[in-house]
């Protein structure tokens, strides 16, 4: 088992919680071998073809002067060869493989075929991760209140949300569907983001020998408010020779929202192991350290909450995890993140005490009164450029809520973007009228009736 010790919380300071980890000035400082990087070298030549020094340096996001002496040793093994270069000196050269090099570097495709920004050592990414924990950010009301500026929430909320983030401990939100559980779990996401910066992420992380890619463009919002280095022409042969700078094997990014649904399987959180290509992928939950993970219309996963329990027991108590490879050994992993359990079900129908106790906090989200609905119908309608119109909120309380319907905030939404395409289809101008609701309410609500 390969662990990695959790450092005490009094040893970081916070406000180093953005900084970007400083690039290496040798391959010991960047965590990697001379052969590890020698051979991730011949694998991109092989994929990618003849490639310039410089251009090698800036795929692998390692300063040339740490890719040089990997260079020299596939050049003296025979691995690699020079086809040419100017004036600049090594970074111009152009190297492509030899006969021999391309049987060396099939020969390591297949033991491992990763191609892409060099990893970092697993014990570096845990270092930076503990540096921008979700716990301990600054929040008060003020400041907690701007994100959720476009929804109508109650006092009482945000009284209840607050100190679940400051603890960044799970939250377990509960309620009738449709009265924006997802939005508020986006909303405590932005709030994050502004309270707590930016944070780093690796491309991928090294630990044992296993390559493991972090870093998902689908899920991470590349966060580049300062601008990036310039991609052509002297910067960039400054930028790979210069020390000081950033390690660019880091990726700069927004805190991490990263919602699942029903879709959601034991499978997704373990590594998922590439057979063809040798290495792995971080399971879904681990990429949502820094941030939120939210957990939606929990209770309708094709996994039993029981299972989900028996799987999170100890991350959502110790706030570490473990991950295994295909050999059997485990590592530990930082369980790093504000964990959101959303349903609309009864909690005491899903989950045992056990697993209540380790739900740090409790927030119920009941269906809007009607005075909130009311505020909430007239938001959308200021959104939607429609005017506000009281004999159509009338007859919603009348024909349907009054009769057995619970309202849901989203029915505002839901109800008057139908009005709108109503409108819209008729080629007429978009004026909400009582008689227009009802058509709406009719195709929307009827089945519920």
């Not at 040339?64 to 690699?80: A, W």
């Not at 030899?98 to 297949?110: E, I, P, Q, Y």
């Not at 910067?235 to 390690?247: C, I, T, Y």
């Amino acid at each position: 088992m390969v662990t990695a010790a959790r450092p005490m919380a009094a040893e970081w300071d916070r406000a180093q919680a953005t900084e970007a980890p400083s690039s290496p000035d040798t391959m010991k400082e960047a965590g990697l071998s001379l052969s590890f990087i020698a051979d991730l070298i011949a694998r991109t030549i092989y994929v990618r073809g003849p490639q310039l020094g410089r251009d090698l340096a800036r795929y692998l996001c390692l300063p040339f002067k740490i890719i040089r002496e990997p260079l020299k040793f596939l050049k003296d093994e025979k691995v690699i060869q020079v086809d040419g270069g100017d004036l600049v000196g090594e970074v111009s050269y152009r190297f492509s493989l030899t006969d021999f090099g391309r049987n060396r570097a099939d020969s390591l495709m297949k033991q491992c075929a990763y191609v892409g920004p060099a990893p970092v050592p697993l014990e570096d990414y845990v270092e930076q991760c503990y540096r921008q924990t979700v716990s301990g950010l600054t929040c008060y009301p003020e400041a907690l209140k701007a994100p959720f500026r476009h929804l109508i929430i109650k006092e009482e909320l945000f009284n209840a949300i607050g100190p679940a983030i400051i603890s960044g401990r799970s939250v377990f939100i509960y309620g009738p569907p449709g009265n924006g559980k997802t939005a508020i779990a986006r909303g405590i996401g932005e709030f994050m983001n502004t309270a707590g910066g930016s944070i780093y992420i690796p491309h991928a992380f090294v630990a044992d020998g296993n390559v493991v890619t972090l870093f998902d463009p689908s899920l991470h919002v590349v966060d580049d408010t300062d601008g990036e280095f310039p991609d052509e022409g002297d910067a960039v042969v400054r930028r790979l020779l210069s020390d000081g700078q950033s390690d660019q094997r880091w990726v700069r990014i927004r805190r991490p929202v990263i919602v699942v649904g029903g879709e959601l399987t034991l499978d997704m959180l373990d590594l998922r192991f590439n057979k063809e290509a040798n290495f792995y992928q971080a399971p879904i939950h681990f990429k949502a350290n820094g941030g939120v993970f939210l957990i939606d219309d929990f209770g309708r996963q094709i996994v039993s909450p029981k299972d989900l329990l028996n799987r999170w027991i100890l991350p959502l108590e110790d706030r570490h995890d473990f991950l295994t490879v295909a050999t059997g050994k485990k590592f530990q992993v930082p369980f790093e993140q504000l964990i959101i359990f959303s349903t609309n079900l009864d909690p005491k129908a899903l989950v045992d005490d056990a697993f209540l106790r380790r739900i740090r906090h409790k927030v119920g989200i009941q269906a809007p009164s009607r005075d909130v609905y009311e505020k909430i119908f007239g938001a959308v309608c200021k959104r939607l450029d429609m005017n506000y119109s009281a004999d159509a909120v009338e007859y919603l309380y009348e024909r349907y809520y009054n009769r057995g319907r619970t309202p849901r905030a989203s029915d505002c939404r839901d109800l008057l973007e139908t009005v709108q395409s109503i409108c819209r289809y008729r080629r007429q101008p978009v004026y909400l009228t009582k008689d227009l609701m009802a058509e709406a309410s009719a195709s929307f609500i009827a089945e519920f009736a």
